[in-house]
């Protein structure tokens, strides 16, 4: 059972979830979402609100997802579940229900999005701003090995407008 916190009390750290144990980036409602791994991604404060960017190629069907919706969430695991999200990571949800091949159980999040009920930790973001990466604005020349041909990431900034911990 998830129980709501004040994000600032949350005892984690964000780098460390992000980069080692990953998340699930989760856009949709129960009847029509998709999700996928995320292994970027930063918390913080940004306007005056507690947020989180996320970062997202347009080739991904998670971003059909993010465009359509006003919120999403981010579903934090430990790392027993790094199979799980490998797979939701690497396969796309056009061919697959990844919930069903992965055993996870995509539960509502106030009505407005979709996370999954095996997470340690949830977060409810509203989208506040969004904006497409460019080339220019890459400082350092090695940033560019990770776009082989493929689409800039747009990144997405999300309020965080309810936060959950597994009880």
Known sequence: ???????????FNP???????????????????NTMTVSWGAMGEL????????????????????????CFTLSFFGGEYKKELGFCGSKSGR?????????????????????????????LLKKIALQDMDKEGFI????????????LHRTYVGEIVKAYIKE
């Open 47 to 70: 306007w005056g609100k507690d947020v989180a960017l996320v970062f997202v190629r347009p080739e991904r069907y998670t971003y059909e997802f993010m465009e359509k919706n006003d």
């Open 95 to 123: 061919d697959y229900d990844k919930a069903k091949e992965t055993g996870l159980s995509p539960i509502s999040v106030d009505g407005r999005s979709v996370a999954f009920d095996e997470a340690k930790c949830v977060l």
């Open 1 to 11: 059972m998830l129980k709501e916190i004040n994000i600032k009390n949350a005892d």
């Open 140 to 151: 350092d020349g090695g940033i560019s090995e990770y776009y082989n041909g493929m689409g």
């Open 15 to 33: 780098v460390k979830q992000f980069s080692e144990n990953w998340a699930l980036l989760t856009a949709g409602s129960t009847d029509s979402y």
